[in-house]
């Protein structure tokens, strides 16, 4: 994925979160439809696969912030930045982070087992987990963050995947509390990360 067109998801992915707000015409099918959401609409309850093995249950998170970022391995650019930005952020934060959990949900389930994936979250900070859904369960779990996703054919015969650049924080109560955005500048996501944990 090239920096322009992480920008232009990027700016969508901020796009879909703005719109949901005030309200929002989507594409359903051949279908459009004006729905009226909040950003307590946005997100939603979820049991997937771990790439530590078991499951990770949103009901049980409850109680505990934490962020949920969708991306795949193969992501060139948008995936790598961010879970990388993200471990800064962390470090920066300290020690009242230390029960804080961000959450890579996969959009590439066809390519990205348990193993590949744990493999490269081990290049980033330990308090990372990628899930993995089935492809019915991406598209639920995507649809409730009103993520974007999207398979693009290669030359090469191989493929890509365009995805929404945002990492969404859901707070104590699995409500979306804020979202961070890709290149969005280190001292504000420190200041998002403070005050998810913190409550605010």
Do not use: W
């Not at 890579?104 to 066809?110: A, G, K, R, S």
């Amino acid at each position: 994925m090239s920096f322009i067109q992480a920008l232009r998801l990027g700016i969508l992915g901020m796009a879909a979160i703005t719109a949901a707000v005030f309200g929002v015409l989507y594409f359903q099918g051949n279908e459009v439809r004006n729905t009226l959401v909040s950003m307590a609409d946005i997100g939603g309850p979820f049991r997937l696969a771990s790439s530590s093995g078991g499951f990770v249950d949103s009901r049980d998170l409850l109680g505990k912030p934490y962020g949920v970022f969708f991306g795949f391995t193969h992501c060139p650019e948008v995936c790598p930045t961010t879970l990388y930005e993200m471990t800064r952020t962390l470090e920066a934060v300290g020690d009242e982070a230390r029960e804080f959990r961000l959450f890579l949900i996969t959009v590439d389930p066809e390519r990205d087992t348990a193993p590949m994936l744990k493999d490269y979250l081990s290049n980033f900070d330990p308090r990372m987990e990628a899930l993995i859904p089935t492809p019915e369960e991406l598209a639920r779990i995507a649809r409730d963050f009103r993520a974007i996703y999207e398979k693009v054919p290669a030359s090469d015969g191989e493929y890509t995947m365009n995805h929404t650049a945002t990492v969404f924080l859901i707070d104590g109560k699995g409500k979306l509390a804020n979202t961070i955005f890709y290149i969005e500048p280190p001292e504000s996501r420190i200041a998002k990360i403070k005050k998810l944990i913190a409550g605010g």
